[in-house]
């Protein structure tokens, strides 16, 4: 079995996806984190696209060195097929892939609405629309995808 190292900033963010993947199948990684400033000083050049996060894959199998996979859609769908909760069929794996972009779209919207508004006002205000509105819209969609998938009781 692999051995993973997940980096990312001190904060859930993109990387909570894969965190939760990891702890979900039971596999016991290395949860590195780091600052915003100590990141850009000293480790954003050892990332392969520059960014976060990425997730190292140490291979048990006599691998020359670890592999290090950016992205976190991509890093989410990789853990998800290695731990079998991917799907089995191609409209099981699409089925997790409508879930995953409906997350998705509730963290862009919180990024866009509040995490990038910088005057303390217009971000409050728009925090406050975020919660009333998007949060709940999403938290429907998300109810009527599980109905759909799990009972067949949705729209």
Known sequence: MSKYKLYYFDTRGRAEI?????????????????????????????MPLEQMPVLEIISDQHQQK??????????ARYLAKEFDLAG?????????DSVVDTMMDLSQQ???KVFHVQDPEKRE???????????????????ILFKMYNDGRGP
Do not use: C, W
């Open 18 to 46: 894969i965190r939760l993947i990891l702890t979900q199948a039971g596999h016991p990684f290395d949860d590195i984190r780091y600052g915003h400033d100590e990141f850009q000083a000293h480790h954003k050049h050892e």
């Open 66 to 75: 670890p592999s290090k996979l950016p992205q976190s859609l991509t890093i």
């Open 88 to 96: 089995k069929t191609n409209l099981q794996q699409a089925q997790v």
């Open 110 to 112: 919180f990024m866009i």
């Open 125 to 143: 205000t728009s925090k406050q629309e975020f919660l009333t509105k998007d949060l709940p819209q999403q938290f429907q969609n998300l109810e």
